[in-house]
C-alpha cells in the first residue's frame, strides 16, 4: 500500500452524497467513468489523500 489513497466523492447541488476510497488513481478514474455512463447526471470530484489521514 502506498502512503496516497484515491478519494472519489459524489456531489448533489453541491453536496457530497457518496464517499469511495481507491488505492490506486487508475482504480478511481475507471469507477468515475463507469459511473458517468451509469449516471450521467451526477458530478464526481477525484482526489489524493494521504493514507494516515484516512486511518487515524
Do not use: H
Not at 496516497?4 to 481507491?22: I, S
Not at 450521467?40 to 489521514?53: F, G, M, N, Y
Amino acid at each position: 500500500m502506498s502512503d496516497k489513497m484515491w478519494k472519489c466523492e459524489q456531489l448533489r447541488a453541491g453536496k457530497v452524497t457518496n464517499r469511495v476510497l481507491f488505492d490506486t488513481e487508475k482504480q478511481a478514474s475507471a469507477f468515475v467513468l463507469k459511473m458517468q455512463e451509469l449516471e450521467p447526471d451526477l458530478l464526481w470530484r477525484v482526489e489524493p489523500v494521504d493514507a494516515w489521514k484516512v486511518w487515524n
